[in-house]
Each structure stands twice: as C-alpha cells, then as structure tokens.
C-alpha cells in the first residue's frame, strides 16, 4: 500500500489503515514482533540552555528499524500503539532503553544530563507506570532526577484527577514532568494550576512563523509570560533558524530545541556532548581541548 515516491514509500501504516479493524491487527502484530526482535531503538535530540555548548538534557525519540521498510518514524506506529495494551510495552521498552543507556554514560564517567520519555496518555493512567518506573530506577540505581516525562495536553484534560496522582507520584520521585505541544491542546487554563508540572514546551507550530507573524509572535510571547508567572520553566521546540532564535531570546525564552542546535542523534553521537565527571580526567582528554 505504499504510495509513490519519496518519504510516502515506507509509510506502511497509512491512516486509513486505523480504521480498519483487520488491517490494524496486523499492524499491531508487526510491532509485537518488532518488540521480540528489538527492532526498536531511541535517537536523542538535545535540548539546549541558549547555544549549542550547553547541553542541558535529551529527549529519547523512537525509531522502528524494520527488516523491509527501513527506519520507520514514530508517526506512522504510534498512533496504532495507542489502540491497544502495545503502547505500554512500547513505552516500558523506551524507558528501559534510556535508562539502559544513562547507566552506560554513568559507567563511562560521562556526566549525565537528564533524559525526556514521551508517555502515552494511556500509559500514564494505566497503574502500570508509577511501578514500573520505580522498579527501573531501582534497577539501574539512577535517580529520578535524571528522568523527564512528556505528556501532550489531551489526556491531562480528560482525566484530570488520574493524572494529578500519577503526577504527584512521579513528582516524588524527582522526575520533572513537561506539557509537550503546548497550546495546541483545547487548553483549559485550569488545569495549569491544578497539576504539577515543570516545563511548558512550545509547539514547533507557533515557532516556525515567530519572527515573522504577528499571532504566532504573540502566541509565543503569551505561553512564555504565562509560564513565568505559573513559575514553569518554557522550552521551545523545532528552532530551525536563527530569526527564530532572537525572538525566542527577546521574548525570554531560553531553552531550545530544534535543527538549528541538534537534530536527533544516535546515542554514540551524544557521548561527545557529555562532560566527563572526573575534571583531571578532563584535562587529558584531547576531544574537550
Ligand atoms: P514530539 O515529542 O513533539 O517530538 C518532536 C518531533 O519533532 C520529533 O519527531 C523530532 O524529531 C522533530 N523535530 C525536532 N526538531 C525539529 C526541527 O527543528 N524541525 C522539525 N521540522 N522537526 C523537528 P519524531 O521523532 O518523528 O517524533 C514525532 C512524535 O512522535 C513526537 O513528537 C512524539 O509525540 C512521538 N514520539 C516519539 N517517540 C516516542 C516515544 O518513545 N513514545 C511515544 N509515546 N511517543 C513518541
Ligand atoms: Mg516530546
Ligand atoms: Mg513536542
Ligand atoms: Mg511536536
């Protein structure tokens, strides 16, 4: 069913394809079976406090490596995830995988910046997460200050009182907790106060025009004051250009994410982004100097 030409080729997972309750199983069997093969890997895209040198977190994004397809993006097998339990197996894997690879990091004597996991909504009410992620940290023996979690605005919304305990739960254990795709949620102001969040990111949709639209500077602008005044720390994702960036700066933001500092990375990549922990060890590394 792929479509002709260019990126449309390993679109296996068309939308159509959803709707249609036989199709979708097999898709939800190609993922299990991508799950026992490991075909699934992360890729980190740095987020940066106002230049390239600071690197002050990641965020783990999932890549399916598919035998046939190639690397398939998380756009076209999410989604069919969500229909079913495979969401959480898939997000049990991505937080394994990422703790998997900051204890690596760890036992290189590579300072370790914090890592954000993009949670289903699904997973984040199911019960299974809170567990889970204790378990985990126990496991690796790292602390839930090394953990992010992003969550879009939709669930929140839905299921606001789950969602304050799980919150709450994840909160003490030092994980932060990020709005991803601020503002294109049907916001309720409300909801803000009531949970306990750290980072409102703002969606690459209003920054793409920031610095040249009026709305999209304004949006930026209000979602950027809105966060200070709530005392969140803002990040604005998909920064590709510089004009971008000194609206950004203008505006007050200072964390960014996007092409124009890093695209996502293999995990080797971000080796050389860490500072080691050691500062003798420091000065004889010829790749710091
Ligand atoms: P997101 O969490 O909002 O991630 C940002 C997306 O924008 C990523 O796409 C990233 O590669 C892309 N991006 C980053 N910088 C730029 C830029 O400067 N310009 C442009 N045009 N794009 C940029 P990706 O990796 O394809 O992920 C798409 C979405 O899939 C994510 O959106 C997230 O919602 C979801 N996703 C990714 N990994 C996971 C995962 O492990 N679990 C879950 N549940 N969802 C995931
Ligand atoms: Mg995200
Ligand atoms: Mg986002
Ligand atoms: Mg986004």
Redesign the pocket.
């Known amino acids: 069913a792929a479509k002709e030409g260019g990126r449309d080729n390993y679109k296996i997972f068309q939308p159509y394809m959803a709707e249609n309750v036989t199709k979708s199983a097999t898709y939800e069997r190609l993922i299990k079976i991508g799950l026992a093969k490991q075909q699934f890997h ?2 980190y ?1 740095p987020k940066v406090f106002r230049s390239k040198d600071n690197v002050i977190a990641l ?5 399916w490596d598919h035998p046939q397809q190639g690397i398939i ?3 076209e097998f ?1 989604p069919i ?2 229909e079913s339990n495979l ?1 959480i197996q ?2 049990e894997m ?1 937080i394994n995988q990422a703790l998997t690879q900051i204890r690596e990091w760890i036992d290189q004597d590579l300072t370790p910046v914090p890592v954000a ?4 909504g699904k ?1 984040l009410i199911s019960d299974e997460l809170v567990p889970f992620i204790k378990q985990q940290l126990v496991l690796f023996s790292i602390p839930g200050s090394l953990l992010e979690i ?1 969550i ?1 605005e939709g669930v929140l919304i839905e299921d606001i009182e789950s969602c304050i305990n799980v919150l709450e739960e994840l909160k003490a254990l030092d994980i932060s907790i990020s709005i ?2 601020f503002g294109t949620g049907y916001s309720s102001l409300n909801y803000l106060k009531r949970l306990p969040l750290d980072i409102l ?1 703002i ?2 949709s209003f ?2 025009e920031c610095h040249r639209k009026d709305e999209d500077t304004e949006i930026c602008a209000t979602i950027i004051n809105l966060a200070k005044n709530l005392n969140l720390n803002t990040i604005a ?4 250009t510089e004009g971008q960036l000194n609206t950004l700066l203008q505006l007050g933001c200072e964390v960014f ?4 500092f ?3 990375l293999a995990a080797n990549k971000i080796s050389a982004l860490l500072t080691l922990t050691n500062p003798t060890d420091r000065d004889e590394n010829p790749r710091l100097n």
């Open positions: 992360l890729v895209q965020e783990a994004l999932i890549r993006p998380p756009s999410i995830a969500e969401i898939l997000g991505v996991v993009n949670v289903s997973h992003e879009t991803d795709d990111k969606d690459q920054v793409e994702e998909g920064v590709e994410q996007g092409y124009y890093y695209k996502p």
